[in-house]
């Protein structure tokens, strides 16, 4: 199960290029970003939150992450790995595959988040588990 509000129609315009009335066309084009190769649905049905995630859990069967977008909303992710205490089959970095070597990027001791951390959660309505591509904490925000 997961959650996403309040960034739902800029981050469709940002990813799939289409324009609501009113809004002005050369910051929403600067915004747009790629999906990795991995997000398997059509532009229409793609949502993305892109920012500092605040919080992350990450339990047995699942991992529920809060992004502070670069839109200036709060989202919720969550990701279902049942009888998987690992979710990285649902992780990138920079959009490349997630190793084991990758943890100590985003985990410190005890499962903690390292502070600053960026992400870009990619959604599907009605699809599989989000993909969640990882950052780095000193990468600026798109279009800065």
Same mark, same amino acid.
């Given at each position: 199960?997961?959650?996403?509000?309040?960034?739902?129609?800029?981050?469709?315009? =940002?990813?799939?290029?289409?324009?609501?009335?009113?809004?002005?066309?050369?910051? !929403?084009?600067? =915004?747009?970003?790629?999906?990795?190769?991995?997000?398997?649905?059509?532009?229409?049905?793609?949502?993305? =939150?892109?920012?500092?995630?605040?919080?992350?859990?990450?339990?047995?069967?699942?991992?529920?992450?809060?992004?502070?977008?670069?839109?200036?909303?709060?989202?919720?992710?969550?990701? &279902?790995?049942?009888?998987?205490?690992?979710?990285?089959?649902?992780?990138?970095?920079?959009? &490349?595959?997630?190793?084991?070597?990758?943890?100590?990027?985003?985990?410190? =001791?005890?499962?903690?988040?390292?502070?600053?951390?960026?992400?870009?959660?990619?959604?599907?309505?009605?699809?599989?588990?989000?993909? !969640?591509?990882?950052?780095?904490?000193? &990468?600026?925000?798109?279009?800065?």
């Amino acid at each position: 199960m997961r959650t996403m509000a309040g960034a739902l129609g800029l981050a469709l315009v =940002a990813v799939g290029g289409v324009q609501p009335p009113g809004l002005a066309a050369p910051a !929403v084009q600067q =915004a747009r970003i790629r999906p990795p190769a991995t997000v398997t649905c059509g532009p229409d049905q793609l949502s993305a =939150a892109t920012g500092v995630v605040t919080s992350y859990v990450r339990g047995a069967d699942r991992t529920v992450l809060r992004i502070d977008t670069d839109w200036n909303t709060r989202e919720e992710v969550t990701i &279902e790995h049942r009888g998987a205490a690992d979710p990285s089959a649902w992780y990138l970095v920079r959009g &490349e595959k997630f190793t084991a070597a990758d943890w100590a990027r985003i985990e410190g =001791a005890g499962r903690q988040l390292q502070p600053g951390t960026r992400a870009t959660a990619w959604l599907c309505d009605g699809g599989p588990n989000p993909i !969640v591509d990882w950052l780095a904490a000193e &990468e600026p925000r798109p279009g800065r």
